[in-house]
């Protein structure tokens, strides 16, 4: 029996008709979908709000390990020359100079005097949130680099909203580097970056590699090593922590790849630096990296404490070149002295309760053996990009 040929054009124009109306419905669940979810957990600037929808409607997922569908062609071969500055050259935001007469857009005024720097009354001209990777190697003695960066953290401050908020991602993150270099954990960014000639350098290829897992752009990168830790807490003295349970690590890496043993009783105590760096490194309980990262907040917390109850920022501006100078060889940043002088300044007008902190956990990573026999984290991106958005939520209004 032959069908007709107006019964099959019938049915080619049904058909038709049903794939654009279920296309606009599913668009449109995407869009409703996305709308709930920036009203529950609003998005700030930087964050992919459609990236988002594709990961929670299941469009896009995590990539197993030992798959790379980046096919981004390499950055132009450069030499990277990005090191700390203690200079005040023209200052360039985004990429553009800012004539020397213009105010610096991002200004804390800072005077000049036969007591060294002091602070007059600060200006706030950009109120925009200001992004920064925090980057701790794990250099030993004798050794010249690249290193890997065990501790990775977001500090994000929100001058005008008088907000803040610190994201920890373990080092042992699985994920597809940026230019379709392949695979990796995140800790061996900076060693892939130097590697490659990465322009920037190790740490602006960290900063691209965090990007891409957080969808939250990076406007600066502070990268230091054990020594600038101890040279710093010995300038402003011993900074209490509260460990809640005795910790015991009879395997404390050394900085020359021996090992010794550390202990630290329960109970809030009084660290000098290298005890309160023993601190922050060990691994020695439970939850191991997962453990460190929230001692690691915890540090920075205190450290801050320790801060306000020397005058904060303002309080050091006296002593503050000094300490610059004795740390500034073991630090690399592609800030200036003066733009760290500011970040200090918004950051100590900020109150505690303001600040949000929050880390990947198992929660948002599930443990795997990676290719090469490695623990690995595989990483829950859509679970990720949640506890981004809760974290860089705007405040709410008061009631």
């Known amino acids: 029996m032959r069908i007709p040929l107006w019964v099959i054009m019938g049915w080619v124009i049904v058909a038709m008709v049903g794939t654009v109306a279920a296309g606009i419905v599913t668009y449109s669940q995407a869009r409703t979908r996305t709308e709930e979810l920036n009203e529950i957990a609003p998005l700030e600037e930087g964050v992919d709000v459609v990236r988002v929808a594709e ?25 990277p020359t990005m090191q700390a500055t203690l200079d005040t050259t023209t200052p360039v935001v985004d990429g553009t100079p800012i004539p020397t007469d213009t105010p610096d857009p991002v200004s804390t005024e800072v005077a000049t005097t036969e007591a060294g720097l002091n602070p007059i009354d600060y200006q706030l001209t950009d109120p925009r949130r200001v992004n920064i990777l925090l980057l701790g190697i794990d250099q030993r003695q004798g050794e010249t680099g690249p290193f890997p960066t065990d501790t990775i953290m977001l500090l994000s401050l929100n001058p005008l909203a008088k907000t803040g908020a610190i994201l920890s991602i373990p080092r042992d993150i699985y994920l597809t580097f ?17 590697n490659i000639q ?14 891409g897992l957080i969808g939250i752009n990076i406007d600066y990168y502070i990268m230091i090593n054990f020594d600038a830790f101890i040279t710093f807490v010995n300038a402003i003295g011993e900074v ?10 009879p395997k404390y890496p050394d900085g020359s790849y021996g090992i010794r043993p550390v202990h630290f009783d329960a109970g809030c105590q009084n660290l000098p630096a290298e005890r309160l760096l023993e601190y922050a490194r ?48 073991n630090v690399q940043t592609d800030m200036t002295f003066q733009e760290l002088l500011e970040l200090a300044l918004v950051a100590e007008q900020i109150p505690r309760e303001n600040i949000k902190n929050g880390s ?39 009631q």
């Not at 990961?55 to 798959?67: N, R, V, Y």
């Not at 695979?183 to 060693?191: D, F, M, P, S, V």
């Open 55 to 79: 990961l929670l409607l299941g469009i896009k997922e995590p990539e197993a390990p030992g798959t790379n569908t980046d096919v981004t062609p390499p950055p132009t071969i450069i030499q």
């Open 178 to 194: 940026p230019s379709g270099v392949g695979q990796g954990k995140i800790n061996t960014a900076n060693i892939m970056g130097e």
């Open 198 to 211: 990465f322009p920037g350098g190790g740490p602006e290829f960290a900063k691209r590699t965090v990007e």
């Open 240 to 249: 209490e922590v509260c460990p809640p349970a005795p910790i015991d690590d």
């Open 282 to 329: 060990t691994r020695a309980t439970q939850n191991g990296d997962i453990d460190r990262a929230a001692r690691q907040q915890e540090v920075i917390f205190a450290v801050r404490e320790k801060l306000m109850s020397l005058g904060g920022a303002t309080g050091l501006f006296s002593k503050a070149q000094e300490i610059w100078e004795s740390v500034s060889a």
């Open 360 to 398: 990947i956990t198992y929660g948002e990573a599930i443990p795997q053996v990676g290719p090469k026999g490695e623990d690995i984290l595989v990483p829950i991106v859509s679970d990720i990009l949640a506890l981004v958005a809760e974290l860089f939520a705007p405040p709410t209004p008061a």
